[in-house]
């Protein structure tokens, strides 16, 4: 069964730490994808990533980085988390056939 | 990308189909209609897509209308597990490379 998975379910950081979400998928897809859930805003993309060391903004990302060394991992990166970035964080991952697999999602809330 | 209109809510009695219907008036010729569907507290699944002929798998079935303004997914024999937030999304096909942007959706209740 094919499988993205995220480091935390539920994640509490205080304002100005830098916090790591960590994804893994292990179907040697190429493309890779961060997006954050917010209640009336729908899904939108911050990163994504379509190839090892290959990076791309996507609509929000500001105050966000990532970092993609191995093909099977995916990392999102706050530099110095705000309270503003408290949001449900999902990660995806999909190879040529156009449908995305999403892990199960890490609640951020920063204090 | 086009965009859809959905209903934002729908009831459904189980073991019936469970039909929902998404509009794109503004679809492109080379836009596809993509469904996925996001339980409580889970990441979204992906569930089908088409371009302008229906399309059926082991989820669901896709039917677009000839003049691919709107389509209708359709859930055979809804379960309690079907209770869900249903996504209607229109795009070019990105060979998935493309992120996607969901809207508010149909949230489809089951009821026993």
């Known amino acids: 069964d094919v499988k993205v998975t995220q480091s935390s379910r539920y994640l509490v950081k205080r304002t100005g730490e830098k916090v790591f979400l960590e994804c893994v998928q292990d179907m040697d897809h190429e493309n890779m994808f961060w997006y954050r859930q917010d209640p009336g805003l729908g899904l939108r993309l911050i990163y994504f990533s379509y190839d090892v060391k290959m990076k791309e903004k996507g609509d929000i990302p500001e105050g966000y980085s990532v970092s993609r060394e191995k093909k099977e991992r995916f990392s999102l990166i706050l530099e110095s988390a705000s309270t503003n970035q408290t949001s449900m964080y999902l990660c995806a991952s999909s190879g040529t056939r156009d449908e995305q697999f999403f892990g199960p999602g890490t609640r951020l809330t920063v204090l | 990308d086009a965009k859809t209109t959905q209903p934002t809510s729908m009831d459904c009695a189980e073991g019936r189909a469970a039909n929902l219907p998404c509009n794109h008036s503004?679809?492109?010729?080379?836009?596809?209609v993509y469904w996925y569907r996001q339980i409580h507290s889970q990441g979204p699944q992906y569930i089908i897509h088409?371009?302008?002929?229906?399309e059926t798998n082991e989820m669901a079935s896709l039917i677009i209308t000839e003049d691919r303004k709107s389509s209708t997914l359709i859930l055979p024999h809804a379960t309690l597990r079907d209770t869900a937030v249903y996504y209607c999304i229109v795009r070019v096909w990105g060979g998935g490379a493309d992120g996607l942007t969901f809207g508010k959706g149909t949230h489809l209740i089951i009821q026993p």
């Open positions: 503004t679809i492109s010729g080379n836009e596809y």
């Open positions: 088409g371009l302008k002929n229906n």
